[in-house]
């Protein structure tokens, strides 16, 4: 059984900055694409940032050169820093990631971590 497990969320002011860590645990073979996304209140969950195996990364407009994300195969976790954190970055943060394990190939989800920019 795969989990993904998810961690380092939290309350800052505007400008601070968080690193999101999120790591898989199971009967893993592999693991390709890992991801982040966001959900607001109200509003659809979106794609964050995404890194695949040989570490080629994507990132939502909103979030470039604010927001990098990283992995460490070694240890199945990818991490995302976010700095110059902004109110509009308030949301549930859910790791994903694509992974091979004894049932095959299937999309895993995190619980969710919160993170609230406020002054």
């Not at 380092?8 to 694409?33: E, K, M, N």
């Not at 209140?41 to 407009?61: F, H, M």
Request: charged share 15%.
């Amino acid at each position: 059984q795969v989990q993904l497990v998810e961690s380092g969320g939290g309350s800052v002011q505007p400008g601070g900055s968080l690193r999101l860590s999120c790591a898989a645990s199971g009967s893993i073979f592999s693991i390709d694409a890992m991801g982040w996304y966001r959900q607001a209140p109200g509003k659809q969950r979106e794609l964050v940032a995404s890194i695949i195996s040989d570490g080629s990364t994507n990132y939502a407009d909103s979030v470039k050169g604010r927001f990098t994300i990283s992995r460490d195969n070694a240890k199945n976790t990818v991490y995302l820093q976010m700095n110059s954190l902004r109110p509009g970055d308030t949301a549930v943060y859910y790791c994903n990631a694509h992974i091979l394990s004894t049932t095959g190939w299937d999309t895993y989800w995190g619980q969710g971590t919160q993170v609230t920019v406020s002054s």
